[in-house]
């Protein structure tokens, strides 16, 4: 039963990625399409204004989804670095706690804009709002469950040490490579840094 969540979950979210392809790929070629076909036939496709940016909304509540699965969202933690494990849990149950009240908040809100969106058409591709600012109950469900099973697997104590800090240690290697990077260039060419 394990594995069959565990291989739904991993689809789940495979298919997020592949939608946040397809948002981008439809963004390049709409956006790309219309600026030759202005710039070369002085004509344009008027559903270019408003896909794109109907993608891109996606694409980033998708994203977020994505980013929360991965850790890979901004976090500051100079503070639960220098706590106890007891505190780091504290810590980082409550930050999940937050994004629960978080999601429900956003969902609740698209809610009660629920007939508002709907009832409201794009200008030119005349489909409803629902379908661009529906997402967020998407988001805000997806994420809650995330919050909701770290908050599961925190109580069941499966939660390991190294998951408790949200930031990423790859991300800070990376930024600290580019920095003394720069640095040793500066250096070889004479340069202050």
Known sequence: MAKVIHASVEAFYRALEILMVICITVMLIMVFGNVVLRLFFNTGIDLSEEIPRFAFVWMTFIGAIVGMRHRAHLGVDIVT????????????????????VCCFYMVYGTWLQHEIIEGNASPVAQISMLWVFGVSYLT????????????????????SESELCDVSE????????????????????????
Do not use: Y
């Not at 670095?81 to 629960?100: E, F, Y």
């Not at 805000?140 to 939660?159: E, F, H, W």
């Not at 800070?172 to 720069?182: F, M, R």
């Open 81 to 100: 670095k220098m706590l106890p494990l007891a505190g780091k849990k504290a810590c980082w149950a409550i930050s999940q706690l937050v994004m629960l």
């Open 140 to 159: 805000g469900v997806a994420i809650a469950v995330n919050c909701l099973s770290n908050l599961i697997r925190l109580a069941m104590g499966k939660v």
């Open 170 to 193: 790859e991300g800070l290697a990376d930024a600290q490579e580019i920095i003394h990077g720069d640095e040793a260039a500066n250096t070889l060419s004479g340069a202050k840094p």
